[in-house]
């Protein structure tokens, strides 16, 4: 029994009734916040390249519209996020694309985040993260398309053995400087959607992939998790530890630009500096983007990445949207002025915090134990102590305080742990409200985000997609 037919043969024997309410009424939030980052996405200027090349995110080609799905709802860093990996960009793009009604729609999302979260945790002491662990889309559109076809558990050991036979390792220069960026789940998604074809035609895989010498964990991880692949199967589940996104951004400034939009109504032109104390993760996040950082012409793979710009906005205007991303609003003199000013420092405490959190990679840390030691010390990072916690109270902690100096002399200051829509107490409990507020932000209508998904025809699901993304 290897690590993936175990995976498989649970993936393939899920029913609706299988999955807790609770799980699923996450998954339906997970399902309108990345129509709201694919709407967003459409409506940045690159979009219209995208779409005149490949088509549009509704066109009857169902593995070309899984494709335009993945890609605008990656582009600019709205898309949720969970312990571990990037998942919606594969778990809802393509369930969004094959699902036969809303109840197939929730539970292939589920089934799709349950398969791509454990594949990617196993790997994720490695060398990619976030949005670059592209693998995550492998294993995500493969469950995603299964599971509306009711395929076997052989017929998913083999699509997924195929997908992850030459799974993606993108060029950091070309995901931050580049329109490449946009292929970044597009490209994944489409391998693994040929793989479930070449599966369906009788072609076979190694099903021993993922913990062979020489298979995808010798390679893509320096601390392989194998047993992440299969632990818990239909008793912990990874949907419980998403994080929605309800800022454009990279890793760890969502709770920066939190507190600064908390400040925001209290300061005025009279700014002398911004000092930003963050954990280490948020540092190592922007020492990337330092790299690539040219004032207003920053390109958009860094931008989302830099915690200067974003935390300089929401302090002039309260928030920070998609339209913040492109011009006008990147040429504003102003925001750049302020930016110069923003300091970033680590705090050693925040660091803790974050590594004692389920999410981006606690969970992992503890699972490994000492053997996660040499790949902490590359981060001038400790281990967390104690085992796996069960995700029904899983945190994701990302942490910031802001303080803000004005001339005067005069200090304001604000901060926060958990940043909202994070893994937490305050996500579990309001996720519906916030995920509404979040697609109404992007324009989608108020009909739309009070559809119930789980109750809709095929024909009515179609209709509801074409509706939201208008």
Known sequence: MTRLRALAGWAAGVRPEDIPTRVREYAASQVLSQVAAIRAGARHPTAARLTAAFGGPTQPDRKAAACVLAALGSW?????????????????????????????????????????????????????????????HLAGAVAGR???????????????????????????????????????????????????????????????L??????????????????????????????????????????????????????????????????????????????????????????????????????????????????????????????????KKVRLREDKAMTRELLASDAPFGAALRMAGRDAEPWLRRFGLTAPEGGQRDFRHATKATPARVTV???????????????????GPETRAEHRSLIRAKFRESGGSAESADVELESLTGAGLRSWLRAALS
């Not at 036979?165 to 995901?175: E, G, I, V």
């Not at 100096?405 to 940043?419: D, F, K, V, W």
């Open 76 to 136: 600019l860093n709205l898309d949720d996020t969970a312990y571990a990996g990037h998942l919606s960009n594969s778990t809802v793009a393509v369930p969004l694309a094959y699902a036969r009604d809303g109840a197939d729609l929730i539970t292939a999302v589920v089934v799709a985040n349950e398969c791509a979260a454990r594949i990617t945790a196993a790997a994720t002491l490695g060398p990619l993260r976030g949005q670059s662990a592209m693998h995550t």
């Open 405 to 423: 100096r004005l001339h005067t002399g005069e200090t304001l200051t604000s901060e926060r742990a958990i940043p909202r829509g994070a893994a």
């Open 146 to 208: 299964l599971t509306t076809e009711d395929a076997d558990a052989e017929r998913w050991t083999d699509a997924l053995a195929l997908a992850f036979a030459m799974p993606n390792w993108p060029l950091l220069r070309a995901f931050l400087a580049s329109d490449a960026r946009l292929l970044c789940t597009m490209v994944p998604v489409r391998t693994a959607l040929d793989a479930c074809d070449a599966a369906h035609a009788g072609l076979t895989g190694a099903h021993d």
């Open 210 to 339: 993922m913990e062979h010498p020489d298979g995808f964990l010798a390679r893509f991880a320096e601390v392989p998790l194998p047993g992440q692949i299969d632990h818990a199967l239909g008793e912990q589940w990874h949907t419980e530890t998403l994080s929605f996104k309800l800022h454009p951004g990279g890793p760890g400034i969502d709770a920066a630009v939190d507190a600064a939009a908390e400040l925001a109504p209290l300061v005025d032109d009279d700014i002398a500096e911004v000092t930003v104390e963050a954990s280490a993760y948020t540092l190592m996040a922007q020492h990337t983007a330092d790299r690539y950082a040219d004032g207003p012409d920053t390109p958009l793979g860094a931008l989302v990445l830099d915690i200067a710009y974003p935390v300089a906005t929401a302090l002039l205007t309260g928030h920070l949207t998609a339209a913040d991303l492109e011009r006008p609003a990147t040429e504003d003199p102003a925001r750049w002025s302020l930016a």
